[in-house]
């Protein structure tokens, strides 16, 4: 009996374990429904901005943290009010754009086509 309760001890260590994620505890993140007044944005050398959405405040900032790939941020169709381009192509340096007017900012890297994002000013 004893070796059967140490067995599932251990199988139940061992699937914990594996469920933990990416072990990336630096990675951002933001409550679904969460407003910030300013946040990161990272460019990743696995072409992905992560997080991939942010909601911000009115005024509020978010930097482009451009890691060892390069990347650059297009605001496309974007409403008025929409920061400048980050044109660019950049890597191993951050930017940071102010949005001062309320909206969804969608935005892409057109270096990496299908690299998108998007900052819901409220």
């Known amino acids: ?4 309760i140490i ?9 914990l374990a594996a469920c ?3 072990g990336d ?5 933001q409550q679904p429904g969460t407003v910030v007044t300013s946040a990161t944005v990272r460019a990743t050398p696995s072409i992905q901005f992560t ?3 942010v909601n911000l ?3 509020g900032t978010i930097t482009f943290a451009f890691e060892s790939v390069q ?14 381009n ?9 930017v940071t754009r102010t949005f001062s007017a309320k909206g969804r900012y969608a935005y892409n890297c057109h270096l990496h086509p299908g690299m998108s994002g998007v900052v819901v000013v409220q």
């Open 1 to 4: 009996m004893r070796s059967i």
């Open 7 to 15: 067995g599932a001890c251990m199988t139940a260590a061992a699937l």
């Open 20 to 22: 933990g994620g990416s």
């Open 25 to 29: 505890s630096t990675a951002p993140t």
């Open 51 to 53: 997080p991939a959405t």
């Open 57 to 59: 405040a009115v005024g």
């Open 71 to 84: 990347h650059n941020v297009y605001f496309d169709g974007a409403p008025a009010g929409a920061p400048d």
């Open 86 to 94: 980050i044109t660019a192509p950049s890597s191993s340096v951050s």
